[in-house]
T-cell receptor, first 110, second 115 residues
Framework: LAKTTQPISMDSYEGQEVNITCSHN???????ITWYQQFPSQGPRFIIQ???TKVTNEVASLFIPADRKSSTLSLPRVSLSDTAVYYC???????????FGQGTTLQVKP | ETGVTQTPRHLVMGMTNKKSLKCEQH?????MYWYKQSAKKPLELMFV???????ENNSVPSRFSPECPNSSHLFLHLHTLQPEDSALYLC??????????????FGEGSRLTVL
């Protein structure tokens, strides 16, 4: 299972765009990249999932370069309520196994 | 509201007690999971059930005993726990397990404190 590496923490201000990059150098052909968000004392919540190029939904965008060894979660115009831990995961389409790493704690300031 | 309900939300127990955590999902999913989240640590996958059958046990001590009577319900029976077992226990469900990438739906967790 591919290991992921992402920054431990990031700070931002309200209204800014936030980009969190995750590296997954040994990602396999059948693996997908998934991001979750977790608020304190709650379970993680699915944000977005992709395989290659760009995926966009109402919450975020996910950019995946051609070599797929990294991915970037982009949150447009963050607000205070976006303060949370963001997890990057690599999920095998063969096993469906999901392993969570340390995540990135995003602190949005006024 | 994620469609996954966990009870109790908070539990305090002594090391000699026996208690159970309950998880119920109303999403029609076939796979259910238990995760453990200790302070300052990533989520640890404990057990996976797919169509009521246990498909993964990640070397979890026997003092944690899961039970999945049907695809909608999952229990975690606790006995003779240690203080280091204090953590947030999260239940999740997905459409199925091992059939391709999917989305996990988590409950809000049960905060366990072992005295």
């Amino acid at each position: 299972l591919a290991k992921t590496t992402q920054p431990i923490s990031m700070d931002s201000y309200e209204g800014q765009e936030v980009n969190i990059t995750c590296s997954h150098n040994n990602i396999a052909t059948n693996d997908y990249i998934t991001w979750y968000q977790q608020f304190p004392s709650q379970g993680p919540r699915f944000i977005i999932q992709g395989y290659k190029t760009k995926v966009t939904n109402e919450v975020a965008s996910l950019f995946i370069p051609a070599d797929r060894k990294s991915s970037t979660l982009s949150l447009p115009r963050v607000s205070l309520s976006d303060t949370a831990v963001y997890y990057c995961l690599v999920e095998s389409s063969n096993t469906g196994k999901l392993i969570f790493g340390q995540g990135t704690t995003l602190q949005v300031k006024p | 509201e994620t469609g996954v309900t966990q009870t109790p939300r908070h539990l305090v127990m002594g090391m000699t007690n026996k208690k159970s955590l309950k998880c119920e999902q109303h999403l029609g999913h076939n796979a259910m999971y238990w995760y453990k989240q200790s302070a300052k640590k990533p989520l640890e996958l404990m057990f996976v059930y797919n169509f009521k059958e246990q498909t993964e046990n990640n070397s979890v001590p026997s003092r944690f005993s899961p039970e999945c009577p049907n695809s909608s319900h999952l229990f975690l029976h606790l006995h003779t726990l240690q203080p280091e077992d204090s953590a947030l226990y999260l239940c999740a469900s997905s459409q199925d397990h091992g059939e391709g990438p999917g989305e996990l739906f988590f409950g809000e967790g049960s905060r366990l404190t072992v005295l």
